[in-house]
């Protein structure tokens, strides 16, 4: 097995797989996305335009768009790798902190 260092420094929060087998994951403490290549292992960066947002989770939805819960900024981010879209959406609250948000079978968030 090998072992490939994160980039940025600081590694993988949360994890998911997409349908057409894309591997993506988030790093909380440097938040980020990142996508690992899946011939050469390593990890490319795909930076939220939200900064300092703490990517807690993701999730794939059943057509390949990320959804992201962003711990620091109260928000729910979705990022479509397809097209290089972000779209962004605050939750209710004072202070709000997105842990975790799950899609289902039906792409309801």
Not at 61 to 80: K, P, Y
Request: hydrophobic share 35%; proline share 7%; net charge negative.
């Amino acid at each position: 097995m090998k072992v490939f260092q994160a980039p940025e420094g600081r590694g993988p929060y949360g994890i998911t797989a997409t349908p057409g087998g894309d591997v993506y994951f988030v790093s909380l403490a440097g938040s980020y996305l990142a996508r690992i290549d899946r011939e050469s292992g390593e990890a490319q960066v795909i930076e939220p335009p939200t900064s300092e947002q703490g990517a807690r989770r993701v999730w794939s939805d059943s057509g390949g768009r990320l959804w992201i819960w962003e711990w620091n900024s109260g928000q729910v981010s979705m990022h479509d790798p397809q097209v290089g879209s972000w779209d962004a959406w605050r939750v209710p609250g004072d202070d709000p902190r997105v842990y975790a948000v799950y899609v289902d079978e039906s792409d309801t968030v």
